[in-house]
């Protein structure tokens, strides 16, 4: 299986201020059909998970504009240019190229 | 609207059979997959298994395999997670979710499993 793994787990942030989660993966993440299956997913406590990054930094529709996705090959980097409130939560990265699909370990964003 | 709508928790022994249900309505089931994650108490998400309703081509993730069966009934549009002899480990919050885009996930069903 395809390893993910990011940094920080744990992301303690001041309002209004950038956030920025690092995602690597153990081998390249780049498919057969060119495409790069990198997906940020996240969940609040006792809630499914939100998909809000495709292939690496395609912004899913209802998503705001502060999130951003970047990255390539096998390193990955999601942005909130801006925290608010309801940014609070667990983030992960998750890898649809090879399946069995693999998340990362979650990285827990909380509010100074 | 997608909608993958789970059924309700429950409370087994160690040894227990158990099924759990994901009913989908808002899109054509038998032309997506459709999957299961297990999220362990207080941990991250694993995907368990895959599945494509049309044919019932199924994929396990290797750490599941054997463990637990995945199945659909086409005609209710509805997937299933089950397990023959449960085990204290096995509990957890357990999600439905369309695999092509998962963006449509169902609500979690929370299985405990204790003696």
């Known amino acids: 299986d395809i390893v993910m793994t990011q940094t920080p787990l744990f992301l303690p942030v001041t309002l209004g201020q950038p956030a920025s989660i690092s995602c690597r993966s153990s081998?390249?993440?780049?498919?057969?059909?060119?495409?790069?299956?990198l997906n940020w997913f996240h969940q609040r406590p006792g809630q499914s998970p939100r998909r809000l990054i495709y292939k690496v930094s395609k912004r899913d529709s209802g998503v705001p504009d502060r999130f951003s996705g970047s990255g390539s090959g096998s390193y990955f980097t999601l942005k909130i240019s801006r925290v608010e409130a309801e940014d609070v939560g667990v983030y992960y990265c998750?890898?649809?190229?090879?399946?069995?699909?693999?998340f990362g370990q979650g990285t827990k964003v909380e509010i100074k | 609207e997608v909608r993958l709508v789970q059924s309700g928790a429950e409370v087994r022994k160690p040894g227990d059979s158990l099924k759990i249900s994901c009913e989908t309505s808002?899109?054509?089931?038998?032309?997506?997959?459709i999957g299961w994650v297990r999220q362990m108490p207080g941990k991250g998400l694993e995907w368990m298994g895959i599945?494509?309703?049309?044919?019932?081509?199924?994929r396990y993730s290797p750490s599941f395999q054997g463990r637990v069966t995945i199945s659909v009934d086409k005609s209710i549009s509805t997937a299933y997670l089950q397990w023959g002899s449960l085990r204290a480990s096995d509990t957890a919050m357990y999600f439905c979710?369309?695999?092509?885009?998962?963006?449509?996930w169902g609500q979690g069903t929370l299985v405990t499993v204790s003696s």
């Open positions: 979710s369309k695999h092509d885009t998962m963006k449509d």
């Open positions: 808002g899109y054509n089931f038998t032309n997506y997959w």
């Open positions: 081998q390249s993440l780049v498919h057969s059909d060119g495409n790069t299956y």
């Open positions: 599945i494509y309703p049309a044919d019932s081509d199924t």
């Open positions: 998750m890898q649809g190229t090879q399946w069995p699909g693999t």
